[in-house]
C-alpha cells in the first residue's frame, strides 16, 4: 500500500482565499483524522471520521473550516476563507480502529497563508 | 479532559547518551501508549507501543518504561545517533469505543555528533 495519500504538499495563498488539501486514507481502515501541527500548539486534531461519518469536528477551530468525507477513498478539508493565523501544516491520518492501533499519517501539507 | 502531559519540549544530548523522554496521563482507562517519530517534512510514525502488562519493552536502542500506578511512561533511547534527531511523540488511547488517541506536545530531540 502507498500509505496516506495528500495533496498538495504545499500551499501558499492569500488571505481571503479559500484552500482545499485533499487526502486519500489507507484502504481498509475505517478512520480518519485531520490534524493540524503548529510549534505553539502541537499537533491539534481537528476532527475524525468513522466509515465516512464525521463523529467530532470539536476541534475545529471556526466555521471557516469543513471537512468532508464523500466516500471511503477521500476526504477533503476546506478553509474559506483562509487567515494569516491558518498558516501551519495539516496531517491526514487513518487507522484501522479508533483507538488501541497505530495511525498511520500523511506526509502532510504545509499552508502559508499570506 | 483526557490530557497527556510530555516533557521535556526540547533535549539536546551528545552522540552515544540516554535521551528520556516522560509522559503523563490522567485517564485510567487508557490501554495503548505509542511513541511517534517525526523527521523535518515528514508525518509521525510510530516507533514503538506498550500495553499496560508489562512493565517495559524494548526495541532496539528504544525501550519504554511503564509505571501504571504512577500514570506514567517514558521512552529512553539508549546510545543515541545523531539520526535520531527529531520529534517525539507520545499517545494514549484505549483498544475500542471511542478513545481516540490523545497526543502529547512533542519533545523536539537534537543529538549533536
Known amino acids: 500500500d502507498a500509505g496516506v495519500i495528500q495533496s498538495p504538499r504545499h500551499e501558499v495563498t492569500e488571505m481571503g482565499q479559500e484552500v482545499t488539501l485533499r487526502c486519500k486514507p489507507i484502504?481498509?481502515?475505517?478512520?480518519l483524522f485531520w490534524y493540524r501541527q503548529t510549534m505553539m500548539r502541537g499537533l491539534e486534531l481537528l476532527i475524525y471520521?468513522?466509515?465516512?461519518?464525521?463523529?467530532?469536528d470539536s476541534g475545529m477551530p471556526e466555521d471557516r473550516f469543513s471537512a468532508k468525507m464523500p466516500n471511503a477513498s477521500f476526504s477533503t478539508l476546506k478553509i474559506q476563507p483562509s487567515e494569516p493565523r491558518d498558516s501551519a501544516v495539516y496531517f491526514c491520518?487513518?487507522?484501522?480502529?479508533?483507538?488501541?492501533?497505530?495511525?498511520?499519517f500523511g506526509p502532510g501539507t504545509r499552508l502559508t497563508v499570506l | 479532559q483526557q490530557q497527556v502531559k510530555q516533557s521535556p519540549q526540547s533535549l539536546i544530548v551528545q552522540k552515544g547518551g540516554i535521551s528520556i523522554i516522560n509522559c503523563a496521563y490522567e485517564?485510567?482507562?487508557?490501554?495503548?501508549f505509542p511513541w511517534y517519530q517525526q523527521f523535518p517534512g515528514k508525518g509521525p510514525a510510530l516507533l514503538i507501543a506498550i500495553r499496560p502488562d508489562v512493565s517495559e519493552k524494548k526495541e532496539g536502542r528504544f525501550t519504554i518504561s511503564f509505571n501504571k500506578s504512577a500514570k506514567q511512561f517514558s521512552l529512553h533511547i539508549m546510545d543515541s545517533q545523531p539520526g535520531d534527531s527529531a520529534t517525539y511523540f507520545c499517545?494514549?488511547?484505549?483498544?475500542?469505543?471511542?478513545?481516540?488517541?490523545?497526543f502529547g506536545r512533542g519533545t523536539s530531540l537534537i543529538v549533536h555528533p
Open positions: 484502504s481498509g481502515h475505517d478512520y
Open positions: 485517564n485510567t482507562a487508557f490501554d495503548y
Open positions: 491520518a487513518s487507522s484501522l480502529i479508533a483507538g488501541g492501533d497505530t495511525q498511520y
Open positions: 499517545a494514549a488511547s484505549r483498544e475500542g469505543g471511542s478513545y481516540i488517541p490523545t
Open positions: 471520521f468513522n466509515n465516512n461519518v464525521p463523529i467530532d
